[in-house]
Structures are given as structure tokens and as C-alpha cells.
């Protein structure tokens, strides 16, 4: 079945750590994105990337950084610049036009120990 | 600037009881206005698409429609398995926003 896949399900940072968020999708979907969520809030836009070996950042971009070196696969890193990582992160892939929906994977939530 | 307020922000339902779930938006050109459903850790699951003000969108026990400026989901006779929390985006030029959803009880 096609689908996107996020891992692992559960990730906790250490202070001063880097941790990478692994998207992988085989629905051959162009767009890919990255989110964030908390509670009581929509989810906020961080990185994009319409095609491989290019991407844009979203709104709350600082503190994070993503590659696209395939089309399949979109990793988000969640920098020691990032002060406030603890959330819940969607993944999520389109294919067509923007007035086309996105599709999510089940998220990684990330809490600092 | 493009906005989404949903609204209740929880409703709490008895099994069968009917209501609707708002989503109130402005949009400079509005692309796409899209419903989701939200499980506990899970991600987002896609329901349906809205492009132009009038038209509806049915499921099973959800009716989806979309006027210039809301958009409501229908709960026609609830299970409490439809309890989840239901998501509004919508695209407007380039960019896409989320409303924060509606938590969504439906009991037996």
C-alpha cells in the first residue's frame, strides 16, 4: 500500500542534541512538508520542498533544517538552536496543484529528557 | 492575511444526536478548502475537498459544504466511533493554513 511513513514514533532530545525526523513516501508525490503541532493550535508550516534538491522554509523555520536528496525522502533535524522542541511533527506529501490536499504520515512526537 | 477559526473548540455529543462543526475563514482567492479527521497520535486523514461556495461533499455520516466565508461539517446520527478531532485548511495563493480543530466526543 502506498502511504508515508514517519519514524520513530517517539523521539527525545538531549540538551545541545541534534535528532533527525525521518519522512519516506511512495505515493511518488513531488511536494512534501513539514509540520508542527501543539496542542490548541493549527499546524504551523517549516520547511517545503516542491521538487528534489530544492526546498523553502515555512514560518517557524529557525532551529530546523531539512535535504531533499530524493524524491521519496524529506528528513527534518531538529537543531540545538531550537529552544522549544517539544511537539508533535506531521510529514505530509502532495501530488498535483496546491488545490489539491496534502497527505499526512502518523507523526513523530519529540520530547527533551 | 488569510485566517481559519474553528469553531466549538470540543463538542460533546450523545450517540445519534445531530450538530455541525464551523470553519470561518478569509481567503484573498480561495484555491481549496479541505476537511480532515485528527485520532489521538495519528496524523491528519484527508475527508474532502470544497472549491467553490454551494457545493457539497457527503461521506457516510459526514456532509461537508462550503458558503464565501464558512464552511460546516455535518454529523448526521453520530457513533462514538466518529469521535476524533476534525481539522479546516485551506489554500489561498500558494500557501496553505490550518484551523486549530474541533474536538469532536460522540458517547454511547
Known amino acids: 500500500d502506498g502511504g508515508i511513513t514517519q519514524s520513530p514514533k517517539y523521539l527525545f532530545r538531549k540538551e545541545g542534541q541534534n535528532v533527525t525526523l525521518s519522512c519516506e513516501q511512495n505515493?511518488?508525490?513531488?511536494?512534501m512538508y513539514w509540520y508542527r503541532q501543539d496542542p490548541g493550535q493549527g499546524l504551523r508550516l517549516i520547511y517545503y520542498s516542491q521538487i528534489v534538491n530544492d526546498f523553502q522554509k515555512g514560518d517557524i523555520a529557525e532551529g530546523y533544517s531539512v535535504s531533499r536528496e530524493k524524491k521519496e525522502s524529506f528528513p527534518l533535524t531538529v537543531t540545538s538552536a531550537q529552544k522549544n522542541p517539544t511537539a508533535f511533527y506531521l510529514c505530509?506529501?502532495?501530488?498535483?496543484?496546491?488545490?489539491?490536499?496534502?497527505?499526512f504520515g502518523d507523526g513523530t512526537r519529540l520530547s527533551i529528557l | 492575511e488569510d485566517q481559519v477559526t474553528q469553531s466549538p473548540e470540543a463538542l460533546r455529543l450523545q450517540e445519534g444526536e445531530s450538530s455541525s462543526l464551523n470553519c470561518s475563514y478569509t481567503v484573498s482567492g480561495l484555491r481549496g478548502l479541505f476537511w480532515y479527521r485528527q485520532d489521538p497520535g495519528k496524523g491528519p486523514e484527508f475527508l474532502f475537498t470544497?472549491?467553490?461556495a454551494g457545493e457539497e461533499k457527503e461521506k457516510e455520516r459526514l456532509k461537508a459544504t462550503l458558503t464565501k466565508k464558512e464552511s460546516f461539517l455535518h454529523i448526521t446520527a453520530p457513533k462514538p466511533e466518529d469521535s476524533a478531532t476534525y481539522l479546516c485548511a485551506l489554500t489561498g495563493g500558494f500557501k496553505t493554513i490550518f484551523g486549530a480543530g474541533t474536538r469532536l466526543f460522540v458517547k454511547a
Open positions: 470544497l472549491y467553490s
Open positions: 505515493l511518488n508525490h513531488d511536494a
Open positions: 505530509a506529501s502532495r501530488v498535483g496543484g496546491v488545490d489539491q490536499p496534502q497527505h
